[in-house]
């Protein structure tokens, strides 16, 4: 069974840095599957956020592309976040996301997410 | 960028009716790659279907999935009480991957 566990800080001052990093077991970072973040603010619908493959290729929320950065740590098995310059309206449910698009599934497994508030 | 619209944006059922949710997007879905999920408070989003029409691993089959191009619909025959939740409708086919504002279903 996949499995999908976010960790990172779960207060950012405004203005800072956002990192979150989400480990994957039952599967390996360098499959054919794509590694998603989607967040959800408190109370409101989901956003997605983008996408990261293990060579490397990206794909990204317009509206977030300026201050969002993906990697990937093959060796951990692991991918990353990282969001800058945050303000308030970046608190969120952020969760890490398996997507199969080989099969036509697409976004199926999640993890079980992470607050993050921003907040001085 | 592909905008979803959902309708309503709440339905009143009772247990054992049938619910009829909608999804409208503001452009083809390529290859229908068009997915709908299910959140109750404080949980995980649950994949129920995807491509459309495809029944998830361990779905009930009273959640049904149809509609092509820009009119999407999930029914779920005969509402069971742990079915009251949010459902969301996401699409797939090309980047950026966008979801609906979600349709709360609850308990008349």
């Known amino acids: 069974q996949v499995q999908l566990q976010e960790s990172g800080p779960g207060l950012v001052k405004p203005s800072g840095t956002l990192s979150l990093t989400c480990a994957v077991s039952?599967?390996?970072?360098?499959?054919?599957?794509?590694w998603n973040w989607v967040r959800q603010p408190p109370g409101k619908g989901l956003e997605w956020v983008g996408e990261v493959y293990h060579s490397g290729l990206t794909n990204y929320n317009p509206s977030l592309k300026s201050r969002v950065t993906f990697s990937v740590d093959k060796s951990k098995n692991r991918f990353s976040l990282t969001l800058s310059s945050v303000t308030a309206a970046d608190t969120a449910v952020y969760y890490c996301a398996r997507a199969d698009y080989d099969s036509g599934v697409g976004v199926d497994f999640w993890g079980q997410g992470i607050l993050v508030t921003v907040s001085s | 960028e592909i905008v979803l619209t959902q309708s309503p944006d709440t339905l009143s059922l009772s247990p054992g009716e049938r619910g009829t949710l909608s999804c409208r997007a503001s452009?083809?879905?390529?290859?229908?790659?068009l997915a709908w999920f299910q959140q109750k408070p404080g949980q995980v989003p649950r994949l129920l279907i995807y491509?459309?029409?495809t029944r998830a691993t361990g779905i009930p089959d009273r959640f049904s999935g149809s509609g092509s191009g820009t009119d999407f619909t999930l029914t779920i025959s005969g509402l069971e009480p742990e079915d009251f939740a949010v459902y969301y409708c996401q699409q797939y086919g090309g980047s950026p991957l966008t979801f609906g504002q979600g349709t709360k279903l609850e308990i008349k």
């Open positions: 491509a459309a029409s």
């Open positions: 452009q083809s879905v390529s290859r229908n790659y």
């Open positions: 039952g599967d390996f970072i360098t499959s054919t599957n794509w």
